[in-house]
C-alpha cells in the first residue's frame, strides 16, 4: 500500500487553541481513515509546518485524507497551505492540494 504525507504550513493560532494540540489533532484526524505511520513538526523556511504520514489506497483516498486532516488543523490555527505527496521510492511527488 503506498505511503503519503500531508504537509501543513501554519500560522496564527486560533483563539483558545493551544500549540501543542496541532500534531496530535492533525494525527488523530489522519488515523479516523487511514493507518498513521509517522508524524513530525518541522521549520521550513521559518515557518512551522505539521507532516503527517500515512498509508492510503490510492490517490484520491490520500487527498481526502489530506482534506480532512487540514479541515481540524484549520480549526485550531491558520492553514497557510497544504499538500499531500505519495511515496515514489526515495522520493515524494506531489499529488495534489488537500
Known amino acids: 500500500m503506498p505511503s503519503y504525507r500531508v504537509l501543513l504550513a501554519v500560522g496564527s493560532l486560533r483563539p483558545g487553541a493551544r500549540p501543542d ?10 488515523a479516523e481513515h487511514a493507518t498513521v505511520e509517522a508524524n513530525d ?4 523556511r521559518g515557518e512551522p509546518q505539521l507532516v503527517v504520514r500515512f498509508t492510503g489506497t490510492d490517490d484520491d483516498f490520500a487527498l481526502g485524507v489530506g482534506a480532512a486532516v487540514e479541515s481540524t488543523v484549520d ?5 497557510r497551505g497544504a499538500r499531500v505527496t505519495r ?3 526515495g522520493a515524494w511527488t506531489l499529488v495534489g492540494a488537500a
Not at 513538526?41 to 521550513?44: E, H, P, Q, R, S
Not at 480549526?75 to 492553514?79: H, Q
Open 21 to 30: 494540540a496541532l500534531l496530535p489533532s492533525a494525527a488523530a484526524s489522519a
Open 87 to 89: 511515496r515514489d521510492g
Open 41 to 44: 513538526i518541522m521549520m521550513v
Open 75 to 79: 480549526r485550531l490555527a491558520e492553514v
